[in-house]
């Protein structure tokens, strides 16, 4: 018998794909990092998979801002274990800008807004409007864990903390956007 490829099942290699090599690199990630490659590879996941959903844009914008926020969390992290110097405050400031207009030139070259899009929230790109709800959220999700990791005399109170709080704001900002839009 001969098996019949689909268009579909085409279009699920390639996310397959990027999804087992994801996960393969999130394994070789060291356990114990505050804001780690398993916090924006997490994220990373959550685009991919409200994509290939077909969720709305503004749900997979919510994660996209969340990206964007560990992504620069991340990098900040790098600069300061190598030495870097400066305000701290305006080099995590420079580094959330650089990394949102790296994003969304991506995304405008991809084709997800512009004149042609649809898709909008008073008038406004609505994977745009989910991102900046995300970035939001994710950046206090961040300094919320390091008041509670404070408060507890500088250990977090479980494993993967800032992880979980974080996940759990974007999820529940998805699922509002999910409702309302």
């Excluded at 085409?10 to 990027?18: E, H, N, Q, S």
């Excluded at 964007?68 to 969390?73: E, F, G, K, P, R």
């Excluded at 420079?94 to 909008?120: D, E, H, K, P, Q």
Aim: charged share 15%; with cysteine.
């Amino acid at each position: 018998m001969e098996r019949k490829i689909t268009r579909t099942s085409r279009a699920k290699r390639p996310l397959a794909f990027i999804t087992v090599l994801l996960l393969s690199i999130i394994s070789l990630v060291p356990l114990v990092m505050a804001h780690c490659p398993l916090c924006t590879g997490a994220t990373i996941i959550g685009v991919s998979v409200t994509r290939s959903l077909g969720f709305d844009d503004s749900i997979v914008g919510v994660f996209v801002g969340g990206m964007i926020i560990s992504t620069a969390l991340w990098a900040d992290k790098l600069l300061k274990k190598r030495g870097a110097k400066g305000d701290n405050a305006l080099r995590l400031a420079s580094l959330i800008a650089l990394t949102t207009v790296l994003t969304l030139v991506t995304f405008y070259y991809a084709g997800l807004f512009g004149r042609g899009n649809s898709f909008r929230i008073l008038g406004v790109e609505s994977i745009l409007v989910g991102s900046l709800s995300g970035g939001i959220l994710s950046l206090g999700a961040f300094y919320y864990s390091n008041y509670l990791k404070n408060k507890n005399g500088g250990r977090t109170l479980f494993s993967y903390q800032t992880m979980a709080i974080s996940l759990t704001a974007l999820i529940a900002n998805a699922t509002l956007f999910a409702f309302i839009f």
